[in-house]
């Protein structure tokens, strides 16, 4: 978990322009916090598919901002889950009649296993497979195992991307704070609308 401190200083300016421009100082903080919040998901989704092959939506439905900052808790929570490895249908996955072709890492070459299979034939997925890569274990018909790629989770942890993110959340937090204390200086002084 990683937590990241508010500047004093700046929750000072900001509870100074919030009371001039009367609007709700826990308000004016939760925005802030949020905006980083979603920020911050947006970075460790591009982090993960800078190093792995997969679409944005996937590596997305694997983030979760869990709780949103109100004004009675300033508290943002992102959460990259936890879980088990993705299955190569992630990956770009193409079956041919060798077998099926995938690429993990993004600009890299593709990787092959040769007798997988997707589906009936090249062209055609099987819907009970629900567009998993399988190979049998055996030469006999059963049984197939699924085959896997890495997690979403694993390449964050494998590419350490921590310290870039802890850099991330403090800059973007006195950005938006910044942002917050103009924006209400500007209300409190007539030039944006209340």
Aim: no cysteine; hydrophobic share 40%; charged share 30%.
């Amino acid at each position: 978990m990683i937590g990241i401190e508010v500047n004093a200083k700046q929750l000072k300016e900001l509870r100074v322009a919030v009371g001039k421009a009367k609007k709700d100082f826990g308000k004016e903080l939760a925005a802030a916090i949020n905006a980083t919040t979603k920020a911050t998901r947006t970075k460790i989704s591009k982090d993960i598919r800078s190093v792995v092959a997969m679409k944005k939506k996937d590596v997305d439905g694997k983030l979760k901002i869990t709780s949103k900052a109100t004004a009675q808790n300033p508290v943002g929570h992102v959460v990259l889950e936890a879980g088990r490895r993705e299955g190569l249908q992630y990956y770009d996955a193409r079956q041919d009649k060798r077998g099926v072709s995938y690429k993990i890492k993004p600009g890299g070459g593709r990787s092959r296993v040769n007798g997988a299979f997707m589906g009936p034939s090249p062209v055609v997925l099987a819907p009970k497979l629900n567009g998993g890569v399988f190979k049998r274990v055996q030469s006999t018909r059963l049984p197939i195992v699924k085959l896997y790629g890495v997690s979403a989770i694993g390449a964050w942890l494998k590419n350490d991307f921590t310290a870039d993110t802890v850099g991330f959340i403090s800059k973007g937090l006195e950005k938006q704070m910044e942002r917050r204390i103009n924006l209400n200086v500007l209300r409190a002084n007539g030039l944006v609308p209340k």
